[in-house]
């Protein structure tokens, strides 16, 4: 399957402060990239959906304003986490489809907000 | 209702037999169906994609598929204990690109 890499795959960061989080597809063109949050032992949370030069659409109840999302080109999407807070802390995971039908993985992000 | 229904388990099935996981969908639409596994603290990984009815194989893996019934399956045969995980079931919407997620079968095989 194609390559999705994330980075950085592991990120501590103090409360109050932002956090960038990288979303590369290294193989292929990304028109659109999705990006999830799944906290232990529950399912993904899909965040919000962002195509490649248009403003990304967030799912309901998921603040724009908190989570900043960029795809300014097809190979590169990122999510800023602003002002974090530790209810923040969780895993997120992008990913990325090319063609429209299969979505790839990247690694994921555990980001702890102490 | 859920929009992705799955067990959430724990499916335990001993090593070599074969584990058979469910999952169920709302939307009479979708068109696109997939399985992914989860190891713990990982993302997901793709495993089988399915779009018409009927089976389609891939080595130790078989999705099945019945629109009419909105069931979609995935049987792994000669379960080894390196198959323990948990199982998401995703479902394309009719309309956009978005995955809809179910909850995920947590597979355990006992060595």
């Known amino acids: 399957g194609a390559v999705v890499s994330q980075h950085p795959s592991r990120v501590i960061c103090k409360s109050g402060t932002s956090v960038k989080i990288e979303c590369r597809s290294l193989?292929?063109?990304?028109?659109?990239m999705f990006w999830y949050r799944q906290f232990p032992k529950q399912s993904l949370m899909l965040m919000a959906t962002s195509n490649e030069g248009s403003k990304a659409t967030y799912e309901q109840g998921v603040e724009k304003d908190k989570f900043l999302i960029n795809h300014a080109s097809l190979t590169l999407s990122t999510l800023t986490v602003t002002s974090a807070h530790p209810e923040d802390s969780s895993f997120y995971i992008c990913?990325?489809?090319?063609?429209?039908?299969?979505?790839?993985f990247g690694q994921g992000t555990r980001l702890t907000v102490v | 209702q859920k929009e992705v229904e799955q067990n959430s388990g724990p499916l335990s099935v001993p090593e070599g037999a074969i584990a058979s996981l469910n999952c169920t969908y709302s939307d009479r639409g979708s068109q696109s169906f997939f399985w992914y596994r989860q190891y713990s603290g990982k993302s997901p990984e793709l495993i089988m994609s399915i779009y018409s009815n009927g089976d389609k194989e891939d080595g130790r893996f078989t999705a099945q598929l019945n629109k009419a019934s909105q069931y979609v399956s995935l049987l792994i045969r000669d379960s080894q204990p390196s198959d323990s995980a948990t199982y998401l079931c995703?479902?394309?919407?009719?309309?956009?690109?978005?995955?809809?997620f179910g909850t995920g079968t947590r597979l355990a095989v006992r060595p």
């Open positions: 990913s990325a489809s090319g063609d429209g039908t299969e979505a790839f």
């Open positions: 995703a479902v394309k919407a009719s309309s956009g690109d978005k995955l809809t």
């Open positions: 193989d292929f063109q990304a028109t659109t």
